[in-house]
């Protein structure tokens, strides 16, 4: 089993910037990608940026050039930079893992509050 657990988020002002950890434990495993998903009230999840461990990114159109999503391979964490943040980022950000352990799996954290308000 793998968990996941998010940290860093918070409330700040427009214009400012705020950083999320996503941590994968366990045993056994090897993980390909790690994801950042958010969804905000009413609304749907929606993928935020991907890190695979082959060195690849990937952002929504809505972030790129705002956020920064890296990853510390060694320690099975992912990092999300966020930079000059909006109103409409607010939301809870999930952390997804996929992995493998003889098969195929993904996992889920429990989401980190991100508010950007004045």
């Known amino acids: 089993q793998v968990q996941v657990v998010e940290s860093g988020g918070g409330l700040v002002q427009p214009g400012g910037s705020l950083k999320l950890s996503c941590a994968a434990t366990?045993?056994?495993?090897?993980?390909?990608?790690m994801r950042w998903y958010r969804q905000a009230p009413g609304q749907q999840r929606e993928l935020v940026a991907a890190?695979?461990?082959?060195?690849?990114?990937n952002y929504a159109p809505s972030v790129k050039d705002r956020f920064t999503i890296s990853g510390d391979d060694a320690k099975n964490t992912v990092y999300l930079q966020m930079n000059n943040l909006k109103p409409e980022d607010t939301g809870v950000y999930y952390c997804?893992?996929?992995?493998?352990?003889?098969?195929?799996?993904?996992?889920w954290g429990q989401g980190t509050q991100v508010t950007v308000s004045s």
């Open positions: 997804n893992v996929v992995y493998d352990n003889h098969g195929y799996y993904d996992a």
């Open positions: 366990g045993s056994g495993f090897a993980i390909y990608v």
């Open positions: 890190y695979s461990t082959a060195g690849s990114t």
